[in-house]
Every structure is written in C-alpha cells, then in structure tokens.
C-alpha cells in the first residue's frame, strides 16, 4: 500500500507541475472541483443530473483552463518541451482529451438528429427526454473513458499504474480544492503564473 500511495503522490505532482502553471488555469480548477463534488453527491440522487453537471460545468471549466490558458511553450519550470510532457502524461493528454470532448459533443447531435439511434435508445418526445438522454449518455462516456483509460494502462504501464490513476482521477476534486483554493487570491493579486510549483503532501 505504500507503494501505492507514493505513485500517486508522484502522478498528483507530476500531473500539477507540468499542467497548472496558470493561476486562471488552477481557479478553474478549483471551481470544477468544487461542482464535481456537487455532481458526487447528485450521483446517488439523479445519475443524470450528475452527469450533465460533471460535464457541463466541471469538465467544461477544467478543460477550457487547459486548452485556453496554461502555456504550451517550453517549460522552464521543470525544463521539459510541450511535446515531452504530453508523450508521458500518464492520463489523458491533449490530443486524448481532444478525442473525448469530440464525442462528448457528438453524442447530443446524434441523439436529436437520429431519435432513437437506431433502436438503440427509446425515441424521445420531449425536450425532458432528450435532455435526459443526454445527460445518460455522457454518464456512459464519463465511465467507458475511466475504464478503457484505466485498462490501457494495465497494458502500457501497468496494473499499480492503472489503478493509481483512477483513484487519482476520481479524487481529484478533492484535491484540487486542497491545491488550488487560493488560486482566486493569487488572481486578484495580479499574479497570472504559479512560477515555482511545489510538492504538496
């Protein structure tokens, strides 16, 4: 167990050093995190709901901090290119994350434009339904990407590596609040870069 518990030390600093450089980067973080919690505990009331809330305000806020403001340049925090840290990101880099939204965003047109998807689904018949639909269907895909990600690493890496992420993956809000709650101050102090990230225990 402790083997376990120091990779995922070492995936959580990794994954802060190299990706959360922006202070606008790490406030969105902190404001994921914080609607992700709200989406844990819809999970036991409205699965849903939970899903339309973790897609479309947490993951909305996480990755657009991503793609909009963390540079891409060379790093000279941790000395490493761009191309460097996204070919040994344990989890889903860019080009990944690009592949995922894109579903994510296809899912909804499908599923008005094809009621029913082939059978596939019941037809929806009002916008309730079709926004429930949605809301199932992005369920799905938030739980088919942890897996397929998970067990791919099982072969890539292996199983500890696997099961560290997906526990880092399904902890991390809660440790982005502990990270990044004083993201916002630092904002409002003008300062736009964490310049020298630290290991945080």
């Given at each position: 167990m402790n083997n376990f518990?120091?990779?995922?030390?070492?995936?959580r600093f990794d994954d802060?050093?190299?990706?959360?450089?922006?202070?606008?980067?790490?406030?969105?973080h902190f404001i994921s995190a914080i609607s992700f919690l709200v989406a844990y505990v819809m999970l036991f009331i409205d699965p849903v709901w939970s899903a339309l809330i973790a897609w479309l305000v947490s993951m909305t806020t996480r990755q657009s901090g991503h793609f909009f403001f963390e540079p891409l340049g060379y790093d000279e925090v941790n000395q490493a290119t761009q191309e460097h840290k996204e070919e040994i990101?344990?989890?889903?880099?860019?080009n990944r994350k690009i592949v995922l939204l894109s579903i994510w965003a296809m899912l909804p047109m499908a599923l008005y434009t094809q009621p029913g998807l082939f059978g596939l689904v019941e037809t929806w018949n009002t916008w309730t339904d079709l926004i429930r639909q949605i809301g199932a269907s992005w369920l799905i895909l938030g739980v088919a990407g942890l897996v397929f990600r998970t067990v791919h690493l099982f072969f890539i890496k292996d199983i500890q590596t696997g099961l560290v992420w997906m526990c880092k993956i399904l902890t991390?809000?809660?440790?982005?609040?502990?990270l990044y709650h004083?993201?916002?101050?630092?904002?409002?102090?003008?300062?736009?870069?964490d310049a020298s990230p630290k290991m945080i225990k």
């Open positions: 518990f120091e990779a995922l030390q070492i995936q802060h050093r190299y990706y959360h450089h922006s202070r606008i980067n790490q406030s969105l990101k344990v989890g889903y880099n860019l991390d809000p809660f440790h982005d609040i502990y004083k993201a916002p101050l630092y904002l409002l102090r003008g300062e736009m870069i």
